[in-house]
């Protein structure tokens, strides 16, 4: 067959030949062949994928980072002790007026470190001070408590209970009095700022 096409081409060679491109056309031809790249419209696609690149990338990195730090606020919240109950002492042969006085004292501690353990979200560093403090004073309390038992002079000893009761009392006022100043500084500050909106 490529050998009847070839005949074919041969035998008709001068009617292929006969009709030349006008110069019009040969003008556009070398005009397009000389035209420069148009690099920019390279460099334009480029910068666009490299953009969309970039875009994606800081995404991926700003969510990275707002993950850690959620993961980072949860585990510092986990890690924050919190304070334990103060139990109430067992106080079967005491005298009536010490007995009355350490649970007056019992049930307002008790009060004021629900109150404290509900602000553990808002400050964990903060609350997490604050439960070492007052833990460290209940193990105390445990401790004279045993003592109350075997103690030959238990008057000493429940007045000893009677002044880490104030003590615990005393620190839960002013810790609680912090958390107050910070959330009226906060609100301060979002009220300040409300109103410059």
Do not use: C
């Not at 003008?27 to 953009?51: C, G, Q, Y």
């Not at 334990?84 to 009060?111: E, M, S, W």
């Not at 609680?176 to 300040?192: A, T």
């Amino acid at each position: 067959m490529s050998n009847r096409l070839e005949d074919f081409i041969q035998q008709n060679r001068n009617e292929f030949d006969d009709d030349v491109p006008s110069a019009a056309l040969w003008a556009r031809i070398e005009e397009d062949v000389n035209k420069p790249v148009k690099r920019a419209s390279i460099l334009t696609f480029l910068v666009k994928h490299n953009v969309a690149a970039a875009a994606v990338i800081a995404l991926i990195a700003v969510s990275a980072f707002v993950l850690v730090m959620h993961n980072r606020k949860v585990t510092e919240l986990e890690g924050t002790r919190v304070i334990a109950p103060l139990q109430q002492p067992q106080l079967d042969d005491v005298d009536p007026k010490y007995a009355v006085t350490l649970n007056r004292f019992v049930q307002v501690i008790q009060t004021k470190q629900e109150e404290l353990n509900a602000s553990r979200k808002d400050n964990p560093h903060l609350f997490k001070s604050f439960a070492k403090d007052i833990n460290e004073l209940n193990t105390n309390l445990k401790d004279l408590q045993s003592q109350l038992k075997q103690s030959p002079k238990p008057d000493e000893i429940l007045d000893a209970m009677i002044q880490n009761l104030q003590m615990q009392t005393d620190i839960l006022n002013e810790q609680l009095l912090i958390i107050r100043k910070i959330k009226e500084s906060k609100k301060r500050s979002n009220e300040k700022n409300n109103s410059t909106i």
